[in-house]
């Protein structure tokens, strides 16, 4: 059992799509941190929420703590925002859970 | 970006040898996490920091060990690696929590 669910597990979108990613967790938390994974390999914090909402340029982060339920959107997107994006939460005991990630790729 | 490195960044090792991953801060954050990412699993914590010399067990820390002497350094250590130990380890930081955490490079290693 996954305490954090994401979908879609892949995305293609063609250059200047709106975009959507998922997130639904199954625990009691604190914040929800959304990440973003490279090609290379390295890690990016987003954003950390733990209500309403939050915008950074061209991103989005929503948060419902009574459903359980956040989502990433991409405005305008771009080739460079091919990446995994990764949603995680901050749970009790200082134990953190992630999202198996979404892995999104922008056609020019 | 945060000053967090990693070491080694890659190795190669056979199963049973004792193998040591070295994360270094330069930021003086309180928390200090080992994870490991495997292909659909995600990542998943193994041990973390809150202090010098308090560590926690996280999900899978079962033929890990770590300590932290100083502030500045965590180390994983896998007494005796096995194969299904191959993996990317990733550090990551954070000032408290929940606060924003922030990744080192990742060491990929591989058992053999």
């Known amino acids: 059992k996954n305490e954090v669910e994401q979908s879609p597990q892949n995305l293609t979108a063609q250059e200047g799509e709106f975009i959507t990613i998922n997130c639904s967790y199954s625990v009691g938390i604190s914040a929800l941190h959304w990440l973003q994974q490279h090609p290379g390999g390295g890690i990016v914090s987003l954003f950390m929420l733990s209500s309403g909402k939050k915008k950074h340029g061209r991103l989005i982060a929503t948060i419902n703590i009574q459903e359980k339920h956040s989502s990433l959107h991409i405005t305008a997107s771009h080739p460079r925002d091919s990446a995994v994006y990764i949603c995680a939460v901050a749970g009790a005991g200082n134990q953190f859970y992630f999202g198996t990630g979404t892995s999104l790729t922008v056609i020019p | 970006d945060a000053g967090i490195t990693q070491s080694p960044r890659h190795k190669v090792t056979e199963t049973g040898t004792p193998v040591t991953l070295r994360c270094h801060q330069t930021e003086n954050h309180r928390y200090m996490y080992w994870y490991r990412q495997d292909p659909g699993h995600g990542l998943r914590l193994i041990h973390y920091?809150?202090?010098?010399?308090?560590?926690d067990k996280g999900e899978v820390s079962d033929g890990y060990s770590v300590s932290r002497s100083k502030t500045e350094d965590f180390l994983l250590t896998l007494e005796s690696a096995t194969s299904s130990q191959t993996s990317v380890y990733f550090c990551?930081?954070?000032?408290?929590?929940?606060?924003?955490?922030?990744f080192g490079p990742g060491t990929r290693l591989l058992v053999l």
């Open positions: 990551a930081i954070s000032e408290a929590t929940p606060r924003e955490q922030y």
């Open positions: 920091s809150y202090g010098v010399k308090d560590t």
